[in-house]
């Protein structure tokens, strides 16, 4: 099928050469021709993996990664750059996916996209930074003090109605909420429309990750998201591994997707207990809280850290589990999920709590296909965005699972797919306890130049990352685009004319983490 | 509504008790790493070098430990590596700018304001953890509250990051005197793997004054419970 795809490409562009290595299809490709090939490829319902800029010197390039939703392996555009006019075509006209990726592009290296409808002010914000900064070029020493030059901000506007105004929330509002501000436009009492200003929390993961060895930026991977340190590390540490070379033991497999479905239970019952939190129902958020600790006890015995840190390594695992270990997990896990099914109907009984969540929030399907959304968010809207079943990596191929999906794309909806897929997750783990394979669980790394992508299912969607590393295994430059970075770009199309108290219920349904956005 | 009323008071009492200074086991706590002496010093010396974040020191065949630089990555553990420690008492006083605890006004009501200053969330999530129903904040007199014009202690996770630098200052500006800051995680005691750098700073002491420091990767609840305790008087700890 890919040999097809190929052979299909050379015909409709026969100057461009196309390779094809396994399951990748990659070419060098002008820029005049960009916005051609993305349209071919976007009109087939292939999505964006990952947009990647590099420089290097005088060679400035920005790679576009393409993956379809049924398996036929992976695309790869290369398209240089001139290193001194660093202007490029935008893609945002022809799928509006792109936009985010060229706006952080546009912000953090300075490559201008012509036609883009907004760009500045993305990561780093305008009123405390000069513009072009080109933070992630190499000329900016990772030790360096930028100084801040303050200018005036202010957000923009679209409502122009009589008596119209913008709120603001945050970034500091809430509990225990993470920082980001909302502006929210209003007229009164309903919210016309919400836009989300983020990047409060931007550590420069992918500037401070270049220079570090690939197993030390294996911690970065792990904490950009702390509550999905797995689904993110592995799509890392597969990178790395592609890179190298490196075939991963297939008892390191099994165990690895084994913690990655223990992850995925305990992150859905914390969006469960936000869920239950946002619609201000006590009993329900106390007795999601317990489960959710329960679940974090139950991953602290088996890996002895609570959140799974320290588990993942280069090659394989840091550690191998027993038997007896993983079938305590697992029944322990399934003891947890027993209790969070009378939980579940009585959500579904309490009319109160479904007044709140039904029809708020809605995203369509044909919304989630435009933006891209991953994840139980996207499996909400009726796409079936699995990377799990779409690109099936390590033990994957061979484990049998259901990838959930409701059509109506509410929240009451998102609230469905996140109890179906803790019930996936608890199965998964069983059929990996009862079939685990014997050996192994790390390889030896030798370390030598190389680049590759990687990507996985993390609990909130996709996860796709990209690695160069150089002989000594320093990372030259590292891309992780998780899942929440797409799913915040849908954002807007969720919170549009609500009611001001729907608001905390709409943003814990869709399950953002901006932790992992701002990175 | 009623259901749930019922459901709750069915539900029984669930807190547990608090663990004092023993030890705990894996599930509530990861632990930390310890000074461990090692027969050469070339085995202390592949233990600093196993560290990312220069946590371990070796002096000789000591291999110390620092434990506001440990991001808890589990390479030094291990039957060969480092001692291990698993009580909760992690919190200590953050040195020269270190005030003494609050008056004892505070000890049966305190107030607490969370900050997210670059967190990665799983600082922020033990800390929604501490308000459910096995860790019961609540029945120590210690409330989060929503505003930091009513908050005694300001709660801070993450390294800050550049970006949020100014909501940080601006949140403690508005506290009320008396006021404490404490610095929850490895991020905000030293910038754990993230600072010092150019996008964010090399612990949160760097932007406003901090009086405790709980280490950890994250710290879980109860040390993060133990260190309120002790920024409020409720129990008192000689200074290390």
Redesign the interface.
């Known amino acids: 099928m890919v040999a097809e795809l190929v052979n299909h490409l050379r015909t409709i562009w026969p100057e461009t050469d196309w390779r094809l290595d396994g399951e990748l299809i990659s070419a060098e490709v002008e820029a005049r021709y960009l916005r051609a090939m993305a349209k071919y490829f976007t009109a087939q319902q292939w999505r964006i993996g990952t947009i990647v800029a590099r420089e290097n010197g005088r060679d400035v390039h920005v790679r576009y990664f393409f993956y379809a939703t049924k398996h036929s392996g992976w695309v790869e555009l290369r398209v240089d750059v001139n290193a001194i006019d660093r202007v490029l075509p935008s893609l945002t006209n022809v799928t509006i996916a792109a936009d985010w990726f060229e706006r952080e592009i546009e912000d953090l290296f300075s490559i201008r996209f012509t036609e883009h409808p907004r760009l500045g002010d993305f990561v780093l914000h305008n009123e405390q930074w000069a513009e072009n900064l080109g933070l992630m070029r190499p000329r900016v020493r990772l030790d360096a003090d930028i100084p801040e030059r303050p200018r005036e901000w202010h957000p923009k506007r679209v409502l122009e109605e009589q008596g119209a105004f913008v709120m603001p929330v945050g970034p500091v509002y809430s509990g225990d909420a993470e920082s980001a501000l909302f502006l929210l436009e209003t007229v009164g009492e309903d919210v016309v429309r919400a836009v989300p200003r983020l990047f409060y929390k931007y550590r420069a993961i992918e500037k401070i990750a270049e220079g570090r060895t690939v197993h030390d930026v294996l911690l970065l991977a792990e904490r950009c998201n702390g509550t999905s340190a797995i689904g993110n590390g592995v799509a890392y540490c597969q990178a790395v591994e592609r890179a190298l070379g490196i075939t991963v033991p297939v008892r390191a497999q099994s165990l690895r997707a084994f913690f990655a479905e223990l992850e995925r239970l305990r992150h859905h019952m914390t969006s469960i207990r936000q869920i239950c939190a946002s619609t201000a129902l006590q009993v329900a958020e106390s007795q999601a809280l317990w489960m959710e600790e329960r679940l974090l006890r139950i991953s602290g015995d088996l890996a002895g850290h609570r959140y799974l840190f320290g588990v993942l390594a280069i090659g394989g695992l840091m550690f191998d589990c027993d038997r007896q270990m993983l079938e305590d997990a697992a029944y322990d896990a399934g003891n947890v999920l027993r209790k969070v099914e009378p939980l579940r109907k009585a959500l579904e009984n309490a009319s109160s709590f479904l007044d709140r969540i039904e029809r708020v929030g809605i995203v369509s399907e044909e919304s989630a296909r435009d933006f891209e959304i991953v994840g139980p968010f996207a499996r909400a809207s009726g796409v079936a965005a699995d990377m799990r079943a779409v690109q099936p990596y390590g033990a994957y191929p061979s484990i049998e699972f259901d990838v959930p999906i409701e059509a109506q794309g509410d929240g009451y909806a998102r609230l469905r797919v996140l109890f179906w897929e803790m019930a996936q997750s608890l199965r998964i783990m069983h059929a990996i306890v009862a079939d685990l394979p014997q050996g192994s669980v790390a390889s030896e790394v030798a370390l030598h130049s190389g680049e590759a992508l990687g990507w996985s299912e993390a609990p909130s969607g996709a996860s796709i990352h990209w690695v160069e590393c150089d002989a000594q295994g320093v990372v030259l430059r590292y891309r992780l685009t998780p899942p929440s970075f797409r799913n915040w770009h849908g954002f807007h199309v969720a919170t549009e004319d609500f009611a001001f108290q729907d608001f905390p219920i709409v943003l814990a349904t869709l399950d953002l983490s901006v932790a992992e956005n701002d990175r | 509504?009623k259901?749930?009323?019922v459901?709750?008071v069915t539900?029984g009492i669930?807190t547990e008790a608090l663990p004092g200074s023993g030890n705990v086991?894996?599930?509530?706590?990861?632990?930390l790493p310890t000074t461990t002496e090692y027969a050469t010093p070339e085995l202390a010396r592949e233990m600093a070098t196993r560290c990312?974040t220069d946590a371990i020191h070796a002096s000789g065949a000591t291999a110390e430990v620092d434990d506001d630089r440990c991001?808890?990555?589990?390479?030094c553990?291990g039957r060969d590596g480092q001692k291990w420690r698993h009580d909760i008492t992690w919190g200590h006083t953050a040195g020269a700018s270190s005030q003494e605890p609050l008056p004892s006004a505070f000890a049966s009501s305190l107030h607490v304001r969370?900050?997210?200053?670059?967190?990665?969330?799983?600082?922020?999530?033990?800390?929604?953890?501490m308000?459910?129903?096995?860790y019961n904040l609540h029945r120590l007199g210690i409330f989060?509250t929503?505003t930091?014009r009513q908050a005694d202690v300001l709660l801070v996770v993450?390294?800050g990051?550049?970006?949020?630098r100014?909501?940080l200052v601006?949140?403690y500006n508005a506290m009320p005197e008396p006021k404490r800051v404490v610095a929850v995680g490895v991020c905000a005691a030293s910038g754990?793997?993230?600072?010092?750098?150019?996008?964010?700073s090399g612990g949160i002491g760097e932007i406003i004054p901090v009086d405790l420091v709980v280490p950890g990767?994250?710290p879980?609840p109860h040390a993060i419970i133990d260190a309120l305790r002790l920024v409020c008087g409720q129990i008192k700890r000689v200074a290390q």
């Open positions: 509504m259901n749930w009323f459901r709750g539900a669930w086991s894996n599930a509530l706590s990861p632990g990312p991001v808890l990555c589990m390479r553990k969370i900050i997210d200053a670059g967190d990665c969330g799983s600082c922020l999530n033990e800390l929604a953890q308000n459910g129903p096995l989060v929503p930091p993450g390294p990051t550049r970006q949020m100014d909501a601006t949140s754990g793997i993230f600072g010092p750098s150019l996008m964010s990767c994250p879980p």
